[in-house]
């Protein structure tokens, strides 16, 4: 990040959430070298979330954006975004990405469609329900510092602790949105939670559920459009989670299947239409409680989801 950026508009906060690996030091050094970076040594780890909160308290610049540890920008990405901005003022920035996998390759973004296809200039949620289909995470977004801290949702503990975040600002800000892929994201690392197999996984439960109380707290912005799309990306992340394998632990999958069920009853939308396709068939699959069809047709749905990424494996300059 700072070796794209030469001139003092850019201000880089590093959090060392406790680590025993050396990168603290590493950050030390770096920093005496260039004042642009501010190093913050945490004395116990509290994970990504409380990593950024502390971050956010700290910066001064008129955006934030979270970088996690293990990923990178994509080159030029300071520059895009920075002609972006100076074109656009939103409350959120949606920017694009590319998978980057164990082997070098890199790969599109499933959202870099979506990101095409909503308004030029900025535009509410209410404008393109769409856009809650792009990844749950804070890396993929620029936030206006002042709109997050104001915004008061701050970073969750554990894993999935963007979801709350990302819907609260979907919901509430001016949104914008860059088509360039600017963050290169590092697939299956060893030792990410999004590899690793673990009970923690069901926190995805209770990340929506403060995200369906969210909704009625921003009742304006809550169309018949907006409620179904939100309701469809909650269900839709649930199927992923369990569909990833190895995340949910095997003596666990049912239980994480029946509350998939149990949440479909729960928030379903009053007149709300199933997807079409594969999509559809699943959703029909949770809300009738058809749990061994459903997993009897998982390894089908994980050829035809790996089929996909490799369709979409690019190799750009």
Same mark, same amino acid.
């Given at each position: 990040m700072l070796g794209q950026e030469s001139g003092s508009a850019l201000e880089v906060i590093a959090v060392d959430d406790a680590s025993v690996d050396g990168s603290g030091a590493l950050l030390d050094e770096r920093a005496s070298l260039d004042d642009r970076l501010t190093v913050i040594h945490l004395d116990q780890s509290g994970g990504p979330g409380n990593a950024r909160n502390t971050g956010l308290a700290r910066a001064t610049g008129e955006y934030v954006w979270f970088v996690d540890g293990d990923d990178a920008l994509a080159d030029g990405a300071i520059d895009v975004i920075r002609a972006r901005l100076a074109?656009?003022?939103? +409350?959120?920035?949606? !920017? +694009?990405?590319? +998978?980057?996998?164990?082997?070098?390759?890199?790969?599109?973004?499933?959202?870099?469609?979506?990101?095409? %296809? @909503?308004p030029k200039a900025e535009f509410a949620l209410a404008d393109a329900p769409q856009v809650i289909n792009l990844t749950m995470t804070g890396w993929s977004k620029l936030f206006r510092s002042e709109f997050l801290v104001e915004l008061g949702e701050p970073f969750r503990a554990g894993i999935h602790e963007d979801v709350p975040v990302t819907c609260a600002a979907l919901l509430a800000g001016r949104l914008a949105a860059l088509d360039r892929p600017c963050y290169r994201y590092r697939r299956a690392r060893p030792g %990410?939670?999004? #590899?690793?197999?673990? %009970? &923690?996984? *069901?926190? !995805?439960? %209770?990340?929506?559920?403060?995200?369906? +109380?969210?909704?009625? &707290?921003?009742?304006?912005?809550?169309?018949?459009? @907006?409620?179904a799309a939100v309701f469809e990306r909650a269900i839709w992340h649930y199927a992923s989670v369990l569909a990833t394998a190895g995340l949910v632990p095997k003596a666990e999958r049912r239980k994480f299947f029946e509350r998939m069920h149990a949440d479909y009853v729960r928030y379903e939308p009053d007149h709300y239409a199933l997807p079409s396709g594969a999509r559809g068939a699943k959703f029909r699959l949770i809300k009738q409680d058809s749990? @061994?069809?459903?997993?009897?047709?998982?390894?089908?749905? *994980? #050829? *035809?989801?790996?089929?996909? *990424?490799?369709?979409? !494996?690019?190799?750009? &300059?």
């Open positions: 074109a656009v003022t939103p +409350d959120v920035l949606l !920017i +694009d990405y590319l +998978d980057w996998f164990p082997d070098g390759t890199l790969g599109a973004s499933t959202g870099a469609e979506l990101l095409r %296809s @909503v %990410s939670f999004m #590899v690793t197999t673990t %009970s &923690k996984h *069901r926190a !995805i439960f %209770s990340a929506y559920e403060e995200v369906f +109380d969210l909704l009625a &707290k921003h009742i304006p912005a809550v169309t018949p459009q @907006v409620q749990y @061994v069809t459903y997993e009897l047709l998982e390894p089908v749905n *994980r #050829v *035809r989801v790996a089929l996909r *990424r490799y369709l979409h !494996i690019a190799h750009p &300059k």
